[in-house]
């Protein structure tokens, strides 16, 4: 905290523009400015590729953050290393997602996953 600095607009944009192309699935945001300004300022908490700064960490996995591929890893097992380190699920913590792999069938975690997804990306109008 001590060394943070608030980021300029422009780079603030491209990493929303990295992180909107990740919600789309298949690494889309690759290669973007975006990419880079977020591995560099995000990772003191967060990971991209698994990488971050500080492993004592819980903060979420920004590569596909938002995706049908990690919404789907997060409604079976938040803690997977996908979406969230393993150290989420602990039982001392409180309020995170529970895993549902196990109760649902993967017919209802694909029916799921798909409501979350077009819920976030409405078709243009609505």
């Given amino acids: 905290a001590a ?6 607009k422009e780079d603030l944009q491209a990493m929303a523009a990295f992180l909107a192309a990740e919600a789309t699935g298949k690494g889309n945001g690759k290669g973007m ?3 880079k300004l977020t591995k560099d300022r995000c990772t003191a908490c967060h990971r991209v590729d698994g990488e971050t700064w500080n492993e004592d960490s819980l903060a979420p996995e920004l ?17 997977n290393g996908m979406t969230y380190p393993a150290g989420v699920m602990d039982d001392e913590l409180e309020g995170h997602m529970p895993a549902y792999g ?12 798909t409501w979350i997804y077009d819920s976030a990306h409405p078709p243009d109008g609505e």
């Fill in 3 to 8: 060394n943070f600095t608030a980021a300029k």
């Fill in 33 to 35: 400015p975006g990419e």
């Fill in 63 to 79: 590569r596909g953050w938002a995706s049908k591929e990690w919404i789907r890893a997060q409604i079976e097992n938040p803690g």
């Fill in 102 to 113: 196990e109760q649902l069938s993967a017919e209802e975690i694909t029916l799921l996953t």
